[in-house]
Each structure stands twice: as structure tokens, then as C-alpha cells.
């Protein structure tokens, strides 16, 4: 159980295009879901905080305008990253909480985004 | 500022030693802290979970202590094998909801 997947595994794009990152919690609701993001040899750094049917929490120095948040159901919250440019090349992490609990968090496989 | 280091960065070894991985946390006021592994590319998967109550936990060859009060936590890896080369990541969650995850541990492990 407890099982969240993320598409596409990977993707690249031209500088410009928008890009759009799904997170799914397959065997549970999940009302908070958290975004991210990872660059090579460096450790993962919360981006945001998602919750079902509320706009998401974004940490400092991440710009709600280009990383655009939705978490419309209880299994799924997307993450596009609008206008991309080669410095958003990054691996995208996201993870779920069960709404029965509050301390697990539970990983996606990642997506790792090349921007050309 | 809630900071996470991991020492030492990277670690190669011979298959069948103990391993100790180490990780300091500026703010000790956790609500619990995971040692997660991470095979390169991929998502993380979590091994062990310790409350800020608790002192240690054991999984199979694994066993994780914890010092909060001191923020330390330490991962012992009995009798190692290649199957464990991964990156080891040490995340202690505070309670705003929040996982501050530390740079990683890289270990390799040679037959």
C-alpha cells in the first residue's frame, strides 16, 4: 500500500514551453502533498505544500507564478512549470500524506526535467 | 536557520563492514526523523522512522539513534553489501509539517 507515482518519469523541452508534472496517491487520499525539487549532487529542498481545495504554500524563493500548484482531488496535484529555462533542469520529487496520518510521507519516483 | 549535515559526504568500502553515517541537525526541536535511501535517479524509499522520543530503531541490519537534544543522529549498517550502495539521506520533520532533508551520504559498497 501507500503507493504514490508520478508522470512522466522524464521530460525535455525548449526554453519557453510549459511543462506539467502529475503526482498520484494510488491506494489512499492524500490531503496535503509536497513538492520537491532536487539539482545533481545536491539534496532535496521543499518547494511547496499542497493542500486538497486550498492554494499551496510556497517556500521562500520559489516563485508561485512560475511553479503553478493544483491539488484539486485528494489523488492528484500537478505542478507545471510555466515558461521554462534551462536553469529549472532539476529532478522533481513530490510526496503525499495519508489523510489518516499525520507523520509518513510518502515518495514519488521522481521527474527529472531538461530544459533545452 | 534549520540546517542538516551529513558527515562523511561520500564512503567506499569492502563488502562485510560496519558502517556508521552520521547527521547533525541545527534545531532540535523534531518531531521525529526518517533515514530514507536514494538509488541514483530514482525516488526515495524510507527505512527507518525514529520519534523524538525514542533513542534508536532497528530494521533487519539497520539501526538509527537518535540525540535530539544534541541533534544527532546516527544509521549503523551491519555487515555490509553491494546491494546497499546508494545515497543516504538523514530528514528530520519539524512541526510545521516540514521535512529538511541533509546533502546525503554516498556509499559504495565493492565485492
Known amino acids: 500500500g501507500a503507493v504514490v507515482s508520478q508522470h512522466p518519469s522524464w521530460v525535455i523541452c525548449k526554453s519557453g514551453t510549459s511543462v506539467k508534472i502529475e503526482c498520484r496517491s494510488l491506494?489512499?487520499?492524500?490531503?496535503?502533498m509536497f513538492w520537491y525539487r532536487q539539482f545533481p549532487k545536491q539534496s532535496l529542498m521543499l518547494m511547496a505544500t499542497?493542500?486538497?481545495?486550498?492554494?499551496?504554500?510556497?517556500e521562500q524563493g520559489v516563485e508561485k507564478d512560475k511553479f503553478l500548484i493544483n491539488h484539486a482531488s485528494l489523488t492528484l496535484s500537478t505542478l507545471t512549470v510555466t515558461s521554462a529555462h534551462p536553469e529549472d533542469s532539476s529532478f522533481y520529487i513530490c510526496?503525499?500524506?495519508?489523510?489518516?496520518?499525520?507523520?509518513?510521507?510518502?515518495f514519488g519516483p521522481g521527474t527529472r526535467l531538461l530544459v533545452l | 536557520k534549520q540546517e542538516v549535515t551529513q558527515i562523511p559526504a561520500a564512503l567506499s568500502v569492502p563488502e562485510g563492514e560496519n558502517l556508521v553515517l552520521n547527521c547533525s541537525f541545527t534545531d532540535s526541536a523534531i518531531y521525529n526523523l526518517q533515514w530514507f535511501r536514494q538509488d541514483p535517479g530514482k525516488g526515495l524509499t524510507s527505512l527507518l522512522l525514529?520519534?523524538?522520543?525514542?533513542r534508536e530503531q532497528t530494521s533487519g541490519r539497520l539501526n538509527a539513534s537518535l540525540d535530539k537534544s544534541s541533534g544527532r543522529s546516527t544509521l549503523y549498517i551491519a555487515a555490509s553489501q553491494p546491494g546497499d550502495s546508494a545515497t543516504y539521506l538523514c530528514?528530520?520533520?519539524?512541526?510545521?509539517?516540514?521535512?529538511?532533508f541533509g546533502t546525503g551520504t554516498r556509499l559504495q559498497v565493492f565485492p
Open positions: 510526496s503525499a500524506r495519508d489523510r489518516a496520518g499525520r507523520e509518513t510521507q510518502y
Open positions: 530528514a528530520p520533520l519539524y512541526d510545521t509539517d516540514k521535512l529538511i
Open positions: 499542497s493542500n486538497e481545495g486550498s492554494k499551496a504554500t510556497y
Open positions: 525514529i520519534q523524538s522520543s525514542q
Open positions: 491506494d489512499f487520499q492524500a490531503t496535503t
